[in-house]
């Protein structure tokens, strides 16, 4: 085998396998598992995407956060009860989505007994992480 081949195709999986290993699955005890699927520059300077699949466990909430930047979310199985502040709760289905501004708190709550599945999209600051508790 060609050696640059070699060290180009070796460069690669290591960088894959170091992309796995630093974070892709964003587990938490309360029940919430984000698992990154991808990740990339946008042509906002000092910004990234980051696309995840979520679930959220039967009966389980997603904590009081926000995030960095604007989270672009698409229920794709179950309903989740989106708690906003400043908002009244609302339940939004499998096949619709909603979008939460750049630091604003908000929570999900799962009152179903099935997981929720949903695709996230945020568009974040680099550098910063993905999610930050809040009181």
Same mark, same amino acid.
């Given at each position: ?25 964003? $587990? ?5 598992? @984000? ?16 696309? +995840?699949?979520?679930? /959220?466990?039967?009966? &389980?909430?997603?904590? @009081?956060?926000?995030?960095? #930047?604007?989270? /672009?979310?698409?229920? $794709?199985?179950? =309903?989740? =009860?989106? /708690? ?6 609302? /339940?939004?289905? +499998?096949? =619709? ?5 750049? #630091?604003?708190?908000?929570? &999900?709550?799962?009152?179903?007994? +099935? ?9 974040? =600051? !680099?550098? !910063?992480?993905? &999610?930050?508790?809040?009181?």
């Amino acid at each position: 085998m060609n050696t640059k081949l070699h060290t180009g195709l070796t460069r690669l999986a290591l960088a894959s396998a170091l992309l796995l290993a630093a974070g892709a699955v964003h $587990a938490q005890a309360n029940g919430l598992t @984000r698992t990154i699927v991808g990740r990339a520059d946008v042509s906002v300077p000092g910004r990234e995407a980051i696309v +995840a699949r979520v679930e /959220i466990a039967a009966g &389980a909430r997603a904590a @009081r956060h926000t995030h960095p #930047g604007d989270e /672009i979310s698409y229920v $794709a199985e179950g =309903e989740v =009860e989106l /708690i906003v502040d400043g908002q009244p709760p609302r /339940i939004v289905k +499998a096949g =619709e989505s909603f979008v939460v501004p750049a #630091g604003t708190v908000h929570e &999900a709550h799962n009152p179903g007994s +099935a997981p929720v599945k949903l695709v996230g999209v945020y568009v974040l =600051e !680099k550098g !910063k992480p993905l &999610a930050t508790p809040a009181p």
